[in-house]
């Protein structure tokens, strides 16, 4: 049954129902899997299987992790020039979906006053695996970007240094082996509960009693965090729920797929660490695996009153995920521009309607305009790049919805799309 579906479902590309991010190269562009049989025939083309009574054209066996990891290898390869080695005990990456998660990230940034393109950015990935492939393909696609990336199982930590090696990437990546699965975020990744937050030292002139961050504030707090946590509980049997394991996960190892309180308590844990740490850093993240899971970690957030919670849906063929964000940093940290604050009010999808247009021009590595992006650092956010059409306005829509914010929504417009 798994390897009759489309490969466009199973890998999470955009199917005609679907919706992905849309600065996804993935979105409109699924990959094509002859060219790159041809491209690459001793590393995946044996995994392409010529076309048959049941397939119109040719395929891949989905149901063979062998070919689920040609896929993942191929992608990273040929879309993003890097080289990854993936044991098959281990859980099997979907290249498009964890692309959709870093754009994400991507949106919440551009959300903040004082970072730019060209600001230097760190970030943690808590429980990184063996393919380190979330810290691989961020430094990729931002050079100023380091990460720290925490992982528990001495084996993964082994494959994702030599992952790291391989690509260059040590100077910008570095891996930690949390020896304590009882911690998650507080003591593992540099960031110690004893330290003292980096509160702000400016006044916002609109009120003698709300600090603004400064711009050494920003740069010295870790700017995000994210996750894809273990999404079952200890002892859960997935395959007594009646529906068939997904082909990438079907190979994952206990400490990946089952935790203590499954993904309920793993987040519970990083929002509890995030109240701790607060201002130390900017925007806390997490993915979630079941809608179940979703109310009660809202209820939990909203107790601690945080100045923004974003939930996002990530969708990717048949499969769903959320993230949930949320951020300590005063209101004033955050731009006014109209697109930031319907995006942190959950009325757009992304917080810069303009760089959809960059999913279209799919240079190698960066996936925005290199004049559209200039033209937004030097402050002109009405240039296009060539050829790019003029949106006209239209009813907002997106699967991201603003859960709680304690600052007020402004309604007026903006001068500046930024």
């Not at 009120?207 to 273990?230: Q, V, Y």
């Not at 987040?267 to 695996?289: A, H």
């Not at 060539?386 to 007020?408: D, L």
């Amino acid at each position: 049954v798994v390897s009759a579906l489309p490969a466009v479902l199973l890998l999470g590309c955009e199917a005609p129902s679907g919706r992905m991010h849309p600065r996804n190269r993935y979105k409109r562009n699924p990959p094509d899997f002859s060219a790159l049989a041809a491209k690459h025939p001793k590393s995946f083309g044996k995994y392409l299987l010529d076309a048959d009574e049941q397939h119109s054209r040719p395929f891949v066996d989905f149901s063979n992790p062998r070919a689920v990891r040609a896929v993942t290898r191929v992608l990273l390869k040929e879309h993003f020039d890097l080289k990854i080695s993936l044991p098959l005990t281990h859980l099997i990456p979907t290249v498009p979906q964890k692309l959709n998660y870093i754009l994400f990230i991507e949106d919440l940034l551009f959300t903040v006053k004082g970072l730019s393109p060209a600001s230097i950015v760190t970030g943690i990935d808590i429980g990184c695996g063996p393919s380190c492939i979330y810290g691989l393909m961020a430094a990729r696609l931002h050079p100023n970007w380091l990460l720290r990336c925490t992982e528990v199982d001495p084996e993964s930590i082994q494959y994702a240094k030599k992952n790291v090696k391989k690509n260059k990437m040590g100077s910008r990546i570095q891996i930690i082996h949390n020896k304590d699965r009882s911690k998650v975020l507080c003591d593992v990744s540099g960031v110690t509960s004893h330290d003292e937050p980096k509160v702000a030292k400016t006044t916002s002139p609109e009120s003698s009693t709300t600090p603004t961050p400064d711009p050494d504030t920003i740069a010295r707090a870790i700017h995000f965090t994210m996750c894809n946590p273990p999404f079952y509980k200890t002892g859960h049997d997935p395959t007594q729920s009646g529906k068939p394991v997904a082909p990438t996960t079907a190979t994952a190892t206990l400490s990946e797929s089952h935790t203590e309180g499954g993904e309920l308590q793993f987040v519970s844990q990083i929002i509890t660490d995030s109240f701790v740490l607060k201002e130390r850093i900017l925007w806390f993240t997490s993915m979630i695996g079941c809608h179940s899971s979703l109310e009660p970690l809202l209820a939990e957030l909203r107790s601690l009153s945080p100045t923004h919670v974003l939930q996002t849906t990530l969708k990717q063929g048949n499969t769903h995920r959320w993230v949930l964000a949320w951020t300590f940093f005063p209101k004033e940290t955050f731009k006014k521009g109209a697109c930031v604050t319907n995006f942190l009010a959950g009325t757009a999808q992304t917080p810069h309607p303009e760089l959809r247009m960059a999913a279209t021009l799919t240079p190698r590595f960066h996936l925005r305009h290199p004049a559209h992006m200039r033209a937004l650092k030097a402050g002109d956010a009405t240039h296009k790049p060539r050829g790019s059409k003029t949106q006209t306005a239209k009813r907002p829509h997106s699967s991201a919805s603003t859960v709680t914010s304690n600052s007020k929504q402004s309604h007026k417009p903006s001068k500046s799309t930024s």
